[in-house]
């Protein structure tokens, strides 16, 4: 087995985030960056690449 970091198995920090597209409040298990849009459950699945 690997090292997988000491956060492995631990709950994500979530932070508070505006849905870039509809303007809905979600939380993301990132930090929002300046210019970098954020999308809600719903709109990311609209924008996410399709898998082949």
Same mark, same amino acid.
């Given at each position: 087995? *690997?090292?997988? %970091?000491?956060?492995? %198995? ?12 509809? *303007? ?10 300046? %210019? ?17």
């Amino acid at each position: 087995m *690997g090292n997988f %970091g000491s956060n492995f %198995g631990a709950p994500r920090e979530m932070h508070d985030a505006t849905c870039t597209e509809c *303007g809905q409040q979600t939380k993301v298990p990132f930090k929002p960056m300046e %210019g970098k849009p954020v999308y809600c459950r719903d709109c990311y699945a609209k924008h996410k690449p399709k898998r082949n």
